[in-house]
């Protein structure tokens, strides 16, 4: 399963906790105010069409390149992605998606950053794994078509 955020919505410092050098810290309020006035740019959360747009970017870019999704969900601040392994890298498959995406929101008129840098990963080893995580997926976009404000807790 791969995650990534949309720029400025999860900060270091975040009271949800954050990753420093592979480290996973609490959160830090003088830390995250910090990297709040140090951002370049806005906070970036999706609207129902951009969320529309990010989606079918995806889903066309992974047809494109052959790559077999297995479930996918984008909220106002965040990806989830469950998908079948692929002949490239996973950081060569998340640069695509993040690029197909951004090419589309551009056109759309979004301008700025849209993407905090990174991923996160989560391997699947057994059909139990992908299971559990194609249903996470599911509930989660579930949950965040009901009700808007679930994606921006962190979930």
Same mark, same amino acid.
């Given at each position: 399963?791969?995650?990534?955020?949309?720029?400025? %919505?999860?900060?270091?410092?975040?009271? @949800?906790?954050?990753? @420093?050098?592979?480290?996973?810290?609490?959160?830090?309020?003088? &830390?995250?105010?910090?990297?709040?006035?140090?951002?370049?740019?806005?906070?970036?959360?999706?609207?129902?069409?951009?969320? %529309? &747009?990010?989606? /079918?970017?995806?889903?066309?870019? /992974?047809?494109?390149?052959? !790559?077999?999704?297995?479930?996918? /969900?984008?909220?106002?601040? !965040?990806? !989830?992605? $469950? $998908?079948?392994?692929?002949?490239?890298?996973?950081?060569? &498959?998340? %640069?695509?998606?993040?690029? /197909?995406?951004?090419r589309e929101l551009r +056109?759309?008129?979004?301008?700025?950053? &849209?993407?905090?840098?990174?991923?996160?990963?989560?391997? +699947?080893?057994?059909?139990?794994?992908?299971? @559990?995580?194609?249903?996470?997926?599911?509930? !989660?976009?579930?949950?965040?078509?009901? %009700?808007?404000?679930?994606?921006?807790?962190?979930?």
């Amino acid at each position: 399963m791969l995650t990534w955020t949309t720029y400025g %919505s999860w900060l270091q410092g975040d009271k @949800r906790g954050f990753v @420093r050098d592979g480290e996973i810290l609490q959160g830090d309020e003088t &830390i995250l105010e910090l990297c709040r006035k140090l951002q370049k740019g806005p906070t970036v959360k999706f609207t129902k069409q951009e969320k %529309s &747009i990010v989606e /079918a970017a995806i889903l066309n870019e /992974a047809e494109r390149i052959g !790559h077999k999704t297995e479930a996918l /969900a984008v909220c106002t601040n !965040h990806i !989830h992605l $469950a $998908a079948r392994p692929c002949d490239k890298s996973i950081e060569r &498959i998340v %640069s695509m998606y993040k690029s /197909a995406a951004t090419r589309e929101l551009r +056109c759309y008129g979004l301008t700025g950053k &849209i993407w905090t840098k990174g991923f996160d990963k989560r391997f +699947c080893f057994t059909q139990q794994d992908l299971y @559990r995580k194609i249903t996470y997926i599911q509930n !989660h976009k579930q949950s965040t078509t009901l %009700s808007p404000v679930a994606c921006d807790e962190g979930n």
